[in-house]
Nanobody, 115 residues
Framework: QVQLVESGGGLVQPGGSLRLSCAAS????????MGWYRQAPGKQRELVATITMGGATNYGDSVKGRFTISRDNAENTVSLQMNSLKPEDTAVYYCKAFDAAGGSWGQGTQVTVSS
């Protein structure tokens, strides 16, 4: 089993920045990618960004050019740098670790963008 611990969520004004972090522990040897998803009230959970352990990235259309995902394989962590935040970015952000069995989810961290 993989355990994921997220941190960094909070309240930020439109146009501001926030950095989320996710630390993986447990059975991490079979992970091939990690990523971030988000879910707003009444909405489907959607892709934010993913990154393979080799560094290949993929972003959801709504965050391209504003968010950057990165990883530190040695520390088994993944981060999400969020810039130029918009009210539409308000959601619970979930970290995911991918393996052959599907993967594991973090507990989620709230991001609120409001003036």
């Amino acid at each position: 089993q993989v355990q994921l611990v997220e941190s960094g969520g909070g309240l930020v004004q439109p146009g501001g920045s926030l950095r989320l972090s996710c630390a993986a522990s447990g059975s991490i040897d079979r992970l091939y990618a990690m990523g971030w998803y988000r879910q707003a009230p009444g909405k489907q959970r959607e892709l934010v960004a993913t990154i393979t352990m080799g560094g290949a990235t993929n972003y959801g259309d709504s965050v391209k050019g504003r968010f950057t995902i990165s990883r530190d394989n040695a520390e088994n962590t993944v981060s999400l740098q969020m810039n130029s935040l918009k009210p539409e970015d308000t959601a619970v952000y979930y970290c995911k670790a991918f393996d052959a069995a599907g993967g594991s989810w973090g507990q989620g961290t709230q991001v609120t963008v409001s003036s």
